[in-house]
């Protein structure tokens, strides 16, 4: 988990990856840019809460992909509309 990491500007989260877990990177305050691979499925409550400048989500999969991705806490449904690799 990198909960409270005061470092990270730009986070790029790596193709593969299915599941971000509860918390993993709530409060990290330094954090402007996300970029999310074709292959998350899931991002589970709590994961980006806090991430107050947070100005920019990226996702690699298309609209259609971003839509089934299950966002349990709608924490970055306040980044609509996200950029997908088709828009």
């Known amino acids: 988990s990198f909960a409270h990491c005061r470092q ?7 193709e593969g990856v299915i599941k971000i877990g509860e918390g993993a990177f709530m409060n990290c305050h330094a954090l402007e840019k996300l970029h999310l691979p074709s292959t998350l499925k899931y991002i589970d409550v709590g994961a980006f809460q806090g991430c107050m400048n947070l100005k ?13 991705v299950n966002d349990l806490d709608g924490s970055l ?11």
């Open 77 to 87: 449904l306040q980044f609509e509309p996200i950029k997908c690799s088709d828009n």
């Open 56 to 68: 920019e989500v990226t996702f690699a999969g298309t609209t259609k992909q971003w839509i089934a």
């Open 8 to 14: 990270i500007k730009d986070l790029a989260i790596p």
